[in-house]
């Protein structure tokens, strides 16, 4: 049981992180398509840099991890 606990509770991080991810993406896109240089589009596209650097970050510093699937997984 507890296996099934820390199993979900990674995929839940997984899940968010990708969400948040992939949100910016397309919101980057979506602005960066009809303001072309505008200052809100350039403020979005550096929220999603933060997020892909957070990510990395936490990859790089091993307190998460990607199994075979490609799903990040914390340690711990």
Same mark, same amino acid.
């Given at each position: 049981?507890?296996?099934? &606990?820390? *199993? *979900?509770?990674? &995929?839940?991080? +997984?899940?968010? @992180?990708? !969400?948040?991810?992939?949100?910016?993406?397309?919101?980057?896109? /979506?602005? =960066? =398509?009809? !303001? *072309?240089?505008?200052?809100?589009?350039?403020?979005?596209?550096?929220?999603?840099?933060?997020? %892909?650097?957070? /990510? %990395?970050? !936490?990859?790089? *510093?091993? %307190?998460?991890? +990607? #199994?075979? #699937?490609? %799903?990040? !997984? @914390?340690?711990?």
């Amino acid at each position: 049981m507890k296996n099934f &606990v820390q *199993r *979900r509770k990674r &995929v839940n991080v +997984c899940q968010k @992180l990708r !969400l948040t991810y992939q949100t910016y993406s397309v919101m980057a896109a /979506i602005l =960066h =398509h009809f !303001l *072309r240089k505008e200052s809100s589009a350039s403020a979005l596209v550096t929220g999603l840099v933060a997020v %892909e650097t957070e /990510i %990395e970050g !936490l990859v790089n *510093r091993q %307190e998460v991890k +990607c #199994d075979s #699937d490609k %799903e990040i !997984l @914390l340690n711990g």
